[in-house]
């Protein structure tokens, strides 16, 4: 295992210190050799130092410009930051020279949810979703893009598959009763607004979704 393996391991390991240690000898061994920068970058970015994390990219990315993961680390920098707008242009250059992974179509797709752009989002989190079959936020997120855009069937039917990943989804449930109301639905919507306070008796939307409901059906 040589140093920046070591180093990659210490850091899931959230020895970060150890880390940085491995890293910074990785590139004191080999200084024009882009994965040690785009490395030592992903662990400012997990110690929240974006200052240096977007340095450390942009140094990878100078070295040679189609690395693709330095652009997916420096989109992390700036969504973290809320930078949405910038993120997007580096997910977008990921992307462009070759990424092809479930996360950073998931990322951008993000992006444009933040900025309130749903349909420009839709294709970037059904690649996402189609990448990761299995991932239960790629899913949720898909699933509610589907909804906002309108797609009620198709939202409903990711909505069931994400509980058929993780069936004490509170969100989920919600979101379907979402869909029965805009299927006329009431009856089958307060069963999911119900299954949601069940799971969290703390989650407000259901808890005022259900109110109305229940008010609707007595009148």
Partial sequence: MDKLQKGIKE??????????????????????????YINFG?????????????RFFNRAIEL???????YYGLGNVYYE??????????????????????????????????????KLA???????????????????????????NGQIDQAEQTMKHVLQLENEHSDAYYNLGVCALHKEDPHTALEHFNKALEINSEHMLAAHAKGQVEQALNE
């Fill in 11 to 36: 850091m899931q390991e959230h020895n970060y210190e150890e880390a940085a240690r491995l890293f910074t000898e990785a590139i004191d061994e080999n200084p024009k050799e882009p994965v040690g």
């Fill in 42 to 54: 992903n662990l400012l970015t997990h110690m929240s130092d974006f200052v240096r994390a977007e």
């Fill in 64 to 70: 040679d410009n189609q690395a693709a993961t330095a």
């Fill in 81 to 118: 930051q809320e930078k949405y707008t910038k993120a997007q242009e580096q997910f977008i250059h990921a992307i462009q020279n070759g990424l092809d992974e479930a996360d950073v179509h998931f990322m951008l797709g993000m992006t444009f949810i933040h900025q309130e752009y749903t």
């Fill in 122 to 148: 839709l294709p970037y989190l059904l690649r996402a979703a189609e990448l990761a079959h299995d991932d239960v936020d790629i899913q949720f997120q898909y699933g509610l893009c589907l909804a906002q």
